[in-house]
């Protein structure tokens, strides 16, 4: 891609505490906007040398959340991610292994978790992954479970060797990200990255171009578009600090302790070691103290790093490997633009042949704006149009609400993208459940720091590969991407439709647009495939250390 601008950062709604930020990697707070362009590397370490993540952090130094833009280190920002087989590559013990959540430790196409996203039903890829299946993944080698006890004395089949869908082509032990302010400094650095890499036989098996490339006519708003034209990254949750005293979470310097009304989740929802939405810390994953003195040098600079460690909170004798890291979920989605848009414009054209005589015909823009639930803009659709109070300068409005600015969809479509995504208030039965159907919305929000990956459709149309790096960050990967995945987004009976799933990333079939005086009935067909997938953990900067000095040891601790 050609070199771009540099974006002006926006001001951000919140951010780290200077104590907690510096111990954060950077990806977490921020999703360095001012860095339009970027490269993601899925890094093989299969076989590799001892000390190559000494290597590539001195060649890629990951990036803290105390980073700023506008200095001379915030011209630059990197960020690596691991999946449970390339922390077991980089010698963490077994018991440490096992300490990390079910699903890292399963990978996202273990049969059960496939099932639920949607992926893989009763032994066969469905139309939303790419033919013959995904080609990368962490190939993980979940733990062993005992089949259950038998309930009935019935036949029972076991279908789990079939539907299992083997390893990918492709496996990634960790997914090393590069921002940069222009194309070329991008690429130069990943290259000189991967010659380093090279040198301790880690393989970059897949490298992907990211971008964000703000229009000139989105520079007052500073929206990015995804390949379809639409604003992307909009509706995000806002963290507040439930730590009473901690002060981790900032706005303007000040401490943020009072929910969003809207969009406020706990800092614990996005940051594991700090209290979630049931008050609680979540499970992280631990390290054994050993009683023993260290001996060689190397095992020396793990006991360093592992002094580093926080304690674990519950238990005693146990360092905290998780806190201030995440779960990373990653999913390359590949777009079809032209027959995005074709299918857009057949559904419209098959909509104006049965509308009443006189009815001013739609268009495909109308159809793929219901279908995500904004405008190209970002707007949300709203039965009376814009509500009162919007952004000055023209960006995209948050703080509606659906069950009080659009309760039957008229606007936004009760099973649009957008509103499957997060249903904020929109599934509550009557006024007086609103409230509470917004909390529970938000425990299961998702911060997305997606990038789109290839050109432009405009740009290169016979350049084929493009999409959308989707990656977002959790602390409960099954409660918050996986509860997203199924109980909303592929949900056949979402708001009370029928036989219906979301319009934009699930499998084409019927979506209901609702009018006055009869609703729409239409077959949309959709043009996103999984490429490929996994989930990753996104250490803090002392597990950084911790897990960097297990990679030169020569045991495990």
């Known amino acids: ?34 860095l339009p362009e970027g490269r993601a590397l899925l890094l093989d370490a299969t076989g590799a040398r001892q000390g190559w993540l ?27 991610a691991f999946t449970h087989g390339g922390l077991r590559g980089l010698g963490l013990a077994r018991e440490t292994l096992a300490s990390f959540s079910p699903p890292f430790q399963e990978g996202m196409f273990q049969i059960d978790r496939s099932r639920r996203l949607g992926d893989r039903v009763f032994g066969a890829w469905q139309p939303t992954v790419q033919k013959g299946g995904p080609d990368w993944s962490g190939n993980a080698h979940p733990p062993e479970q005992a ?5 009935y004395n019935v036949d029972y089949e076991d279908d789990s060797a079939d539907a299992g869908p083997g390893p990918t082509a492709l496996t990634a032990h960790a997914l090393l990200l590069l921002y940069a302010e222009t194309d070329a400094d991008a690429a130069e650095w990943s290259g000189r990255v991967e010659a380093v890499l090279d040198g301790f036989g880690v393989r970059a098996v897949r490298v992907l171009d990211l971008g964000m490339n703000v229009e000139e006519r989105d520079r007052a708003t500073g929206i990015s578009r995804e390949h379809f034209g639409f604003a992307d990254g909009l509706s995000q949750p806002l963290p507040y600090d439930a730590d009473p005293g901690s002060g981790a979470v900032v706005r303007g310097g000040v401490a943020v302790t009072e929910a969003d009304p809207v969009h ?10 700090f209290r979630n939405t049931y008050r609680e810390l979540p499970p992280v994953p631990s390290v054994v103290r050993p009683a023993s003195p ?48 074709a299918s857009m414009k057949a559904a419209a054209a098959r909509l104006n042949t049965s509308m009443p005589q006189g ?45 009080r600015d659009d309760p039957h969809g008229l606007g936004c479509p009760l099973g649009s993208h957008i509103r499957r995504g997060h249903p904020r208030d929109g599934l509550a039965p009557s006024a007086g459940d609103a409230e509470t159907l917004l909390r529970a919305a938000n425990n299961h929000r ?14 290169a149309p016979d350049v084929p590969d493009r999409g959308l790096l989707f990656m977002c960050v959790n602390t409960d990967i099954a409660r918050h991407f996986e509860f997203v995945q199924q109980t909303w987004l592929l949900n056949r009976d979402f708001a009370g439709l029928r ?52 990679g030169r040891a020569e045991d495990g601790a």
């Open 147 to 151: 089949m259950p006890a038998r309930a």
């Open 359 to 403: 009815t001013p015909p739609v268009t495909g823009d109308w159809i793929a704006e219901r279908v995500v639930g904004r405008t190209r803009d970002g707007h949300v659709l709203c039965p009376m149009g814009p509500r009162p109070g919007l952004p000055p300068n023209g960006a995209p409005d948050n703080g509606f609400l659906f069950l």
């Open 499 to 550: 036989d219906e799933q979301d319009p934009l990333v699930g499998p084409s079939g019927r979506f209901t647009v609702p009018a006055e005086p009869f609703r729409h009935a239409l077959e949309v067909e959709t043009f996103v495939q999984l490429v490929g997938g996994e989930y990753f953990f996104l250490p803090g900067i002392a597990a950084l250390d911790y897990i960097a000095a297990m």
């Open 294 to 341: 260290p001996g060689t040098p190397a095992r020396s600079r793990v006991a360093e790093a592992l002094g580093r460690l926080p304690p674990h909170p519950e238990a005693e004798g146990f360092a905290d490997l998780g806190k201030y890291g995440s779960y990373l979920v990653v999913r390359q989605l590949y777009q079809d633009v032209p027959k995005f848009w």
């Open 446 to 459: 998702i911060l997305r720091r997606a990038r789109k990956y290839g050109p432009s459709y405009d740009a």
């Open 264 to 273: 406020g989740v706990p800092l614990g929802e996005i940051l594991l070691g």
């Open 54 to 80: 000494d290597a590539l952090r001195e060649a890629a130094p990951i990036t803290d959340a105390a980073l700023r833009p506008g200095t001379q280190r915030g011209r630059r920002a990197a960020a690596i």
């Open 1 to 34: 891609m050609a070199a771009t601008a540099v974006t002006e950062a926006k001001p951000s709604a919140w951010a780290l505490a200077e104590t907690v930020a510096e111990q954060t990697q950077g990806f977490v707070a921020t999703s360095f906007g001012w």
